[in-house]
C-alpha cells in the first residue's frame, strides 16, 4: 500500500534529485534559496521507515541542527542551518540508517535582485478577484485529467467549467486596460477531492499546481507576464484546513496533526470566543478546532512542525512566483499564536510586503484585532484586513431610504468607526466577493446605484478589490448561491455568444457600466491623493454624502447624490476643505467645475472634482 501511495507521490514531480534507491521518496520543500533573512529550514522528508533515519551535512556552509520524528515512522523532519556564505546549488545531505548511508542533493537557488525589498499590493492599487475556473478556458486540452478525480461539466453549477491559469494570461491586456493593477486569484495549488473542487479551497497537496489549472511553470509565467503589464499577483492561501483528498490523510504525518484526532468534529463558528472574556472553553475549541465541513480536515498549528512547514510553504511561494501579496483564507479559525508567527515571519523576510486576512464580520472590534498595530497588544504582523462592515454599510446606504439613521448615514457612520483600526487606510474593500451576492443583486439591479457605489469604492481610503465580472454588472440567479454567484465569463470559452473581453454582445447597461468602470480606475492611477492622502467627509444631507481626499498636491472633492431628481448644492458647509478653490475638473467628463454658486447635480449620480 505504501509503495503505491509513493508512486502517486511521484506524479506531483517533486522528489528532487532523488536516485530510485533513496530512502527519502519526497522532500519539501522541493527547494530553496540563499540568502534569506532566516537562516534555519526544515526539510520534511517522507518515505518508507525513514524516521528510522539520521541525517548530516557535509562542510561548514549546510549543518544539521536536529532531525525529529513522530508517532509515524514515514516521516522525517531535518533542520538546517544554512550559512550567510553559501552560494547557490545542490548540496548533499546523508541518510543513515543501521549502518547504511544513502545520500541526496539539497538544491539552493540564486533569489531575484531585490527580492527581499519587494513591493507589495498597496493604496494605489485595485485587485481585481478571479475564481479562474470560471473566467476564461486558455488551453482546453488540461480540463480533464486522468489522475484527478472530477472531470470537466460546464453544465453542472458546482462543477469544474475549464478555466485555468492559461486563461488568465490571454486576458491580461483586459485587465490592466481596465485599470487593475493587481490580480488575486482563488486557490490554483491542487485539489485532488471527488467532486466541487474547482473554488480551489480544498488544498491537497501545498506545492503543486492543480494541473485543470496548469503548471507552475504556467503560473510562474503569468506572475512575469502581469508584472510587465504592470498587474501584482496575489495568492489566496489556507494555513485552516486540508481537503480529505491530501495525501497526508492516507498517511498521517502525526496523530496531532489534524484536530480532534483526525475525526470530524462541527465548527459552530463563534469567532466572538476569540475576543470574549466569558466564553466557555467547550466554544472556543469549537472554534480554534473544529472543521468546516466533513471533507475539510482542520489542522492543528499547535504541532511546531506542521506550523513551520505551513510557514516555509507560504515564502516559498513568495520566492518562487514572484508574488506581490498573499490574501488569507478564514483568517480567525487557525490558531492564533501561530497566526502572528506566520505573518511575522513573512514580514520578516519582505518588509514591504501586504497580507490581506479574512475576518468575516460586522464587528469593527473583531477585525482591528488582527490587524498590524492593534492597540491590544496581539503581536501580528498582518497590515491589511478585509472591510466586511463598510461593505454591508454601502449597500445599506444604496437601497435604504434617506432618514435621520438610515441611507448615507449607514456609510457615514461606518467609517467613524475607523478609530478602532491602527491602519484604516491599508484595509481592503469591496462591493461584493466570491462567497457573497453579486453587487449588483445586492442594490436592486440599478445601474445608478452601481455607479455611485464603484465611486465610493475608487476613492474613498483603503484597498480596492473589484470581483471579476462586476464591471459587467453580473447577477447571481440564485440568492447566495455560489455556482451562480461565480459564473463563467463571457468570452472566455470558445463559442460564447456575448464577449466581456471585446463588449461583443453586451447589452446597453452592462456596457455603460464597464466603460464607466474602465474610465474611473484609470483616472484612480493618476490620483496620489486617493493612493496616499487623507480624508474628510461631512454628514449626509438631502441625500447627498460629500467628502475630500486631499494631500500638500492634490485635493479631491466626492459628491454623491442619491436623489432622484437634480439637487443644487450650495459650497458654503465646505469651506475648510475647499480653501481658495473656485473650480476644478469633473474627472470622468474632463469638463470645468465652477464652485462660485450652487451646484446642480444630476440625479442619482457621482461627481468627483480634482480642485484647483
Request: hydrophobic letters at 35%.
Amino acid at each position: 500500500m505504501l509503495k503505491q501511495f509513493l508512486i502517486l507521490l511521484s506524479i506531483g514531480c517533486l522528489s528532487l534529485n532523488l536516485s530510485a534507491q533513496a530512502w527519502a521518496e519526497l522532500v519539501e520543500p522541493p527547494h530553496w534559496w540563499v540568502g534569506m533573512a532566516e537562516t534555519e529550514l526544515q526539510l520534511m522528508l517522507y518515505g518508507e521507515d525513514i524516521g528510522k533515519c539520521t541525517a548530516s551535512a557535509a562542510g561548514k556552509v549546510l549543518q544539521v541542527v536536529r532531525t525529529e520524528t513522530t508517532d509515524n515512522p514515514n516521516y522525517l523532519f531535518i533542520t538546517l542551518q544554512i550559512s550567510g556564505s553559501a552560494k547557490p546549488g545542490d548540496y548533499p545531505i546523508t541518510l543513515e540508517r543501521e549502518g547504511k548511508k544513502k545520500t541526496f542533493d539539497y538544491t539552493f537557488k540564486s533569489r531575484r535582485p531585490g527580492s527581499n525589498e519587494r513591493e507589495g499590493f498597496n493604496t494605489s492599487d485595485v485587485i481585481y478577484l478571479i475564481t479562474p475556473d470560471r473566467f476564461a478556458n486558455g488551453d482546453p486540452k488540461n480540463d480533464a485529467v486522468k489522475e484527478m478525480a472530477e472531470g470537466p461539466d460546464r453544465a453542472f453549477k458546482g462543477g469544474r467549467h475549464g478555466g485555468d491559469i492559461q486563461g488568465m494570461r490571454d486576458h491580461l491586456d483586459y485587465i490592466a486596460g481596465m485599470g487593475f493593477t493587481a490580480i488575486w486569484s482563488s486557490p490554483v495549488i491542487e485539489n485532488r477531492q471527488p467532486e466541487y473542487s474547482y473554488h480551489g479551497y480544498s488544498t491537497t497537496d501545498f506545492y503543486r499546481i492543480d494541473p485543470r489549472m496548469g503548471s507552475l511553470e504556467d503560473y510562474k509565467a503569468l506572475s512575469a507576464e502581469a508584472h510587465d503589464k504592470g498587474v501584482k499577483l496575489v495568492m489566496d492561501q489556507i494555513m485552516n484546513h486540508i481537503g480529505s483528498g491530501h495525501w497526508w490523510v492516507q498517511d498521517h504525518p502525526s496523530s496531532d496533526w489534524v484536530n480532534n484526532d483526525w475525526k470530524y468534529k462541527w465548527n459552530k463558528h463563534y469567532r466572538s470566543t476569540i475576543h470574549d472574556p466569558y466564553s466557555a472553553a467547550e466554544d472556543s475549541l469549537s472554534m480554534t478546532d473544529g472543521w468546516f465541513v466533513e471533507s475539510m480536515p482542520d489542522l492543528n498549528q499547535r504541532n511546531p512542525l506542521l506550523a513551520k512547514y505551513l510557514i516555509q510553504n507560504s515564502i516559498w511561494w513568495v520566492e518562487e512566483a514572484d508574488l506581490s501579496g498573499i490574501r488569507m483564507d478564514t483568517y480567525p479559525y487557525s490558531d492564533k499564536d501561530f497566526m502572528a508567527n506566520w505573518s511575522c515571519a513573512i514580514m520578516k523576510e519582505y518588509p514591504n510586503f501586504n497580507i490581506v486576512g479574512e475576518e468575516w464580520t460586522m464587528n469593527p472590534a473583531y477585525i482591528s484585532y488582527w490587524q498590524r498595530g492593534n492597540s491590544r497588544g496581539y503581536p501580528s504582523c498582518v497590515p491589511s484586513m478585509f472591510d466586511f462592515p463598510t461593505q454591508k454599510a454601502l449597500v445599506e446606504a444604496l437601497t435604504e431610504e434617506e432618514s435621520w439613521w438610515g441611507g448615507w448615514f449607514k456609510l457615514y457612520e461606518a467609517l467613524a468607526q475607523d478609530f478602532q483600526y491602527a491602519d484604516p487606510y491599508n484595509l481592503m474593500i469591496f462591493p461584493d466577493n466570491h462567497d457573497m451576492d453579486r453587487f449588483y443583486r445586492q442594490i436592486g439591479e440599478d445601474l445608478n446605484r452601481y455607479k455611485l457605489g464603484m465611486a465610493f469604492m475608487a476613492t474613498t481610503r483603503g484597498i480596492p478589490q473589484i470581483y471579476y465580472g462586476t464591471e459587467l454588472l453580473f447577477n447571481n440567479t440564485e440568492k447566495g448561491d455560489h455556482g451562480t454567484i461565480r459564473i463563467d465569463f463571457p468570452g472566455g470559452w470558445e463559442g460564447d455568444a456575448v464577449n466581456g473581453f471585446t463588449g461583443e454582445g453586451l447589452n446597453a447597461d452592462q456596457s455603460e457600466a464597464q466603460q464607466f468602470t474602465r474610465r474611473l480606475l484609470k483616472w484612480r492611477k493618476t490620483a496620489p491623493a486617493i493612493h496616499s492622502g487623507k480624508m474628510t467627509h461631512y454628514g449626509p444631507q438631502d441625500g447627498v454624502y460629500v467628502y475630500f481626499r486631499y494631500n500638500a498636491d492634490q485635493r479631491i472633492m466626492v459628491i454623491l447624490n442619491k436623489n432622484k431628481t437634480p439637487y443644487k448644492m450650495s459650497f458654503d458647509r465646505f469651506k475648510e476643505s475647499l480653501g481658495d478653490s473656485e473650480g476644478g475638473t469633473n474627472v470622468m467628463t474632463k469638463t470645468f467645475v465652477s464652485l462660485d454658486e450652487q451646484l446642480n447635480l444630476e440625479p442619482m449620480q457621482p461627481l468627483i472634482i480634482e480642485l484647483e
